[in-house]
């Protein structure tokens, strides 16, 4: 019994890390996004402006759009991605921080059962030992 309390505790903390890299990882990506789109906005800019409208530039302008465009996409596909993994991790560290502690809680009234049937079984015997 105490091995699976040790071993939820374990399993927990280890729920509890992932469920933070995936935090981490889902704040790297909305990083991520935030310079894309500010990228994405200086081409808007670039573009608007005379300089770049016209002629080969523009066609350039328009293909660093697009790519700018797929990756925004895909970093969105992939925060989701990151959002419902560190969701699950929350919940499967929630779910083993509570199995530990109803794993603790039957160690506990176990040892305390043993503890008053050994408390038990002296009293008996010293009562049968003694003399009337």
Do not use: C
Not at 19 to 46: N, V
Not at 100 to 129: F, P, Q, S
């Amino acid at each position: 019994m105490k091995k699976r309390v040790d071993s939820l505790n374990r399993i927990g903390r280890l729920q509890s890390r992932l469920h933070e890299l995936g935090r981490s990882r889902l704040s790297a990506i909305e990083r991520q996004q935030a310079s894309l789109g500010a990228d994405l906005k200086s081409m808007f800019e670039a573009l608007e402006s005379a300089d770049l409208a016209y002629g080969a530039p523009a066609k350039l302008s328009v293909r660093r759009i697009r790519t700018l465009q797929r990756r925004l996409d895909a970093l969105s596909q992939e925060k989701t991605r990151a959002h419902e993994a560190a969701k699950a991790h929350a919940l499967r560290a929630k779910l083993a921080e509570k199995a530990a502690e109803t794993a603790a809680k039957a160690y506990r009234d176990e040892r305390e059962r043993k503890e008053l049937a050994e408390l038990i079984e002296r009293a008996l015997a010293r009562r049968n030992a003694s003399p009337r």
